[in-house]
């Protein structure tokens, strides 16, 4: 399940001119981000599935969603904090590295893949960054 993830990341990764996203961007983004966390957070997986982009959606339904997320990305899964990196876009995709930190005390970055649908950023994809299991910065 991991591989379809990141296979949807790598998809929604198109080239293009990306260049660093202005703030008001960069907040919508984050935005998204951290309402997906949140959710989570609150046990909310229906409304964490919400944020995942159309295409995400179509390939697999929230059930196997939530075990994906479980299974493959646990400091998202039980994430008690994030801290952004740099956001670039191109109008239509962007990307964002992010280090989400679990409640176990370790944290892990990952790469998001968003997507522009209908003039709201969704989740395309996300990627493992560095192994999972490190803590701190």
């Known amino acids: 399940m991991a591989v379809i993830f990141a296979g949807v990341a790598a998809q929604a990764a198109e080239p293009g001119a990306s260049k660093a996203s202005k703030p008001a961007v960069k907040a919508e983004i984050v935005a998204v981000i951290e309402g997906q966390l949140a959710a989570f957070r609150s046990g909310e997986v229906g409304r ?3 944020y995942a982009s159309v295409n995400l959606q179509l390939q697999m339904p929230v059930r196997n969603f939530a075990r994906l997320v479980r299974d493959g990305y646990p400091e998202i899964w ?5 801290e952004f990196g740099l956001v670039r876009d191109n109008g239509r995709v962007a990307t964002l590295t992010a280090r989400v930190f679990a409640k176990d005390g370790t944290s892990a970055v990952y790469d998001y893949v968003m997507a522009k649908e209908e003039d709201v950023w969704r989740i395309a994809g996300v ?6 299991g490190e803590k701190g910065i």
């Open 48 to 50: 964490a599935y919400a």
């Open 127 to 132: 990627l493992r960054h560095e192994t999972k």
């Open 78 to 82: 039980a994430n008690t904090r994030v």
